[in-house]
């Protein structure tokens, strides 16, 4: 708690000392934040700091309520929480080597709740050309266009459930690694893929299987492939939201691989996902702007934590339509399945937000409500595992 005090401290003092200045290039393609200090030619570091506060009223249901559940058999619950509080640094220690490192805080559980700093990302990219760039270090995985979209520019609220099935042996959809990356064929072909840690033999010691675990010490392959019509996506980060600066129409895939990866028992298969997904964030005219998204992602043999599931897939769509550059209604669904021996376990949402633009994605406010849909009623799913909760999420958000 002192290290982040002292954090919000200093951020603080960073905010009233220093001039605010324009939008990052991680969305926007703006070069400066809160202050932006050179030291040498090509020599410079750009500080950024994203503040979003939420507050959520949930509706669970009492897990003895059995079936024929009402209303009556819930509780509404309601918490003010800090969702992400993130200071980033931006970097450039020569022509074409540029460095990111971003910190975030992080809750943790039991009664005496506290928020930790931690790392959330960490890299150093060499762009040897536009079309070649080589990135080494903590990594978020370029799976799909949602995992790699900035959370500053996220379309919802959050990030959809449906992508909590990609796994993470590091924060958040990350990996320690190194990715290749570029625009090929006048900026149609986005490419991007990488070699992780991913499951590593002997990890933790696992109980019977420390010499099946990936013996020969093959590293993670992820990487996915994006077909441009309109405009490329340049930067690391994709924008969930591009608030009509872009014309953007695109297609893509996604892999994912591990060799002889472990749930944490005995057995030992390979981890295999695929993803394909579809965004258009197209100006409809200067008052209007799409954004519309949608993905399916399949794998099987997930890995690292000992769910005990086998196969699985996941789809979400999702659209707002902002009007006059301010005010934005959003729609989103979006369905999980895991399958294993005992049987699907399905978990379906449906969302409706509504986003206020005071000036882009520097200030904003969203308002968002998830409602539980179909078989991830209360009487069709583990109660204990709360998939039927009611979600009403406000949320407030700086970017400077």
């Not at 905010?15 to 400066?32: H, I, K, N, R, Y």
């Not at 918490?79 to 970097?91: Q, W, Y």
């Amino acid at each position: 708690m002192k290290k982040l005090i002292v954090l919000m401290a200093v951020i603080m003092a960073a905010f009233f000392v220093m001039p605010v200045m324009a939008q990052p290039a991680l969305t926007s393609g703006a070069d400066s934040g809160i202050a932006k200090l050179s030291y040498g030619p090509d020599r410079w570091i750009d500080v950024h700091l994203l503040f979003q506060m939420q507050y959520t009223n949930t509706f669970t249901w009492d897990p003895s309520a059995g079936a024929g559940e009402t209303d009556s058999d819930g509780v509404w619950a309601s918490n003010f929480a800090p969702k992400r509080m993130r200071v980033m640094f931006n970097g450039q220690v020569a022509p074409n080597v540029t460095a990111f490192v971003e910190s975030d805080i992080y809750a943790s559980t039991g009664t005496n709740q506290r928020y930790d700093l931690i790392l959330q990302d960490a890299y150093i990219n060499y762009k040897l050309a536009e079309e070649f760039n080589i990135t080494f270090g903590m990594i978020l995985l370029p799976f799909t266009h949602h995992n790699r979209e900035s959370a500053v520019s996220l379309l919802g609220v959050n990030y959809n459930t449906s992508f909590v099935n990609i796994p993470e042996t590091w924060n958040f959809w990350r990996d320690f690694g190194v990715e290749f990356r570029g625009l090929l064929a006048n900026k149609m072909i986005d490419y991007r893929i990488g070699l992780f840690d991913g499951i590593e033999r002997d990890v933790n010691g696992a109980v019977g299987t420390d010499d099946d675990i990936n013996p020969q010490g093959l590293p993670r392959v992820t990487g996915r492939i994006q077909i441009n019509l309109m405009d490329a996506e340049e930067g690391f980060f994709y924008s969930g939201n591009y608030l009509g600066k872009k014309r953007i129409v695109s297609f893509g895939g996604g892999i994912d691989y591990m060799k002889e990866a472990t749930q944490g028992t005995d057995a030992v298969e390979d981890y295999m996902a695929w993803t394909v997904d579809a965004v258009v964030d197209y100006p409809i005219n200067p008052n209007m702007v799409l954004a519309f998204q949608a993905a399916y992602t399949q794998y099987s043999w997930y890995p690292v934590t000992p769910i005990g599931q086998e196969e699985g897939y996941s789809y979400f769509a999702q659209a707002g339509l902002l009007l006059n550059g301010q005010f934005q209604p959003v729609l989103k669904y979006e369905s999980v399945v895991a399958q294993n021996d005992a049987g699907d376990n399905i978990v379906t949402y449906l969302y409706v937000g509504f986003n206020y633009f005071i000036n882009g994605h520097n200030a904003n406010v969203k308002i968002e409500y998830r409602h539980p849909m179909g078989e991830n009623e209360a009487t069709n799913v583990d109660q204990a595992d709360n998939p039927d909760q009611k979600v009403f999420t406000l949320q407030a958000q700086i970017f400077i």
